[in-house]
């Protein structure tokens, strides 16, 4: 089986860098699993890696869509798997929700309903409306996704009115075995520092300009009903930008909910996925982690 290497964590974790630092060693090639980052002009509010961070590394499907466009899990599944396939080195995976990442390492079978049809009535409801509702009917999916992603609430809660089973029952069933040989490397650090370093981020994107950069879309014609901007980082602009809510308050708002999902992804990939927990802060865990995976990347 081809080998995989993918670095996963939440947002500040430190992916970047150590996906960076790997990518050198193993001279190889990096895709990102992030499914904002795709989009072209969103940048700081994504966290997208800058141009003279990358040190030459060369990184796939970042800026290759519109905001205005459509990036699903079956999206991404083919055309990361097409990379890793066209790859002669072994790809490193880099973020990503864990879905986006069982996706594609595992032999994923989406379910029927996974279409672009939505059920109808559901259309009427806000997202916090949706959101409720399919805590009510499917706790478990509910935990994967966030409020503001409207697509995939409605896709979650057509699946579980049609089957009239949750979406989580269905996947859990489904018999999920992966297609390469995978090495999965979780950056982490104790849970109050990696907090406190969202909210760093947070800020440095407001005063890297993250304002300037949603008005820009928004001038460009894109709303905040388009794929591109239902994002965290994106989505609580709509407030402020309808002068609904004050500007001191966005930064507030994005990083709540940053530090929110940071908790339900270390919960997800812990349950999911067969990672290999390090302290990005710690030396010695860092140095251990580097050598665990040439090990790996050289056994045959």
Known sequence: MKKVLVIAG????????????????????????????????????????????????????????NPNEQYTVKTFQEMARKIINELETIPI???????????????????????????????????????????????????KIHPNNRRRLLRSLTIALRSGKPQSEQIAKQKHEPIYDIFIAGCTMPREVLYEKINQRVHQMMEDGLEKEVQTLLEKGYTFDDPGLRGIGYQEWKEYFA??????????????????YAKRHYTWLKHQMPVKWFDVLDQEEHQKMIEEIILWAKND
């Open 10 to 65: 939440p947002t500040a974790s430190g992916k970047s860098s150590f996906s960076i630092e790997i990518a050198h060693i193993l001279k190889t090639e990096i895709i990102s699993g992030d499914s904002i980052q795709v989009y072209r002009g969103e940048d700081i509010g994504s966290g997208k890696i800058k141009e003279e961070e990358k040190e030459g590394v060369q990184h796939h499907l970042l800026d290759i869509l």
């Open 93 to 143: 995976i880099v973020g990503g929700t864990g879905l986006y990442l069982k996706s594609c390492l595992y032999d994923y079978e989406f379910l029927e309903e996974e279409g672009p049809s939505i059920e109808e009535s559901l259309e009427i409801y806000s997202n916090m409306e949706l959101y409720q509702k399919l805590l009510e009917v499917d706790p478990l999916q509910a935990e």
């Open 243 to 260: 002068k609904n809510r004050p500007k001191e308050d966005v930064e507030k708002e994005i990083a709540k909910p940053s530090r929110n």
